[in-house]
């Protein structure tokens, strides 16, 4: 593998070949933690237009969930994503 370009991306998503040989060939997992994953949740409710904003959103983080994320769109549809973790480590 050549690499001539002054910025590269791989977008090969988090464990794939190109990117382990980048690791190992030019030594990119030394010296930093390893990969951490988390636990989300996606749920679409129905609002009562008369408590509904479109366009609003809602950002939280901290205790007990590491956030939480709440989007009106829509006529009357609200997005609430719950964010946990991380539970477990890539190693």
């Known amino acids: 593998m050549e690499l001539h370009a002054q910025c590269t991306v791989f977008a090969e998503g ?10 190992r060939r030019f ?3 030394e ?3 390893p990969q951490s994953y988390g636990i989300g949740l996606k749920e679409l409710w ?3 237009p008369a408590l509904h904003r ?3 959103v809602e950002h939280t983080v901290g205790w007990p969930l590491v ?3 709440c989007v009106l769109f829509g006529m009357q549809l609200l997005m609430l994503m719950l964010l946990d973790g991380p539970f477990y480590v890539s190693v």
């Not at 988090?14 to 690791?23: P, R, T, V, W």
Request: hydrophobic share 30%; glycine share 16%.
């Open 14 to 23: 988090c464990h794939g070949s190109l990117a382990k040989q980048l690791f």
């Open 27 to 29: 030594g990119l997992r």
């Open 31 to 33: 010296n930093c933690e």
């Open 46 to 48: 129905e609002v009562d």
């Open 54 to 56: 479109p366009g609003s």
């Open 67 to 69: 956030g939480a994320l």
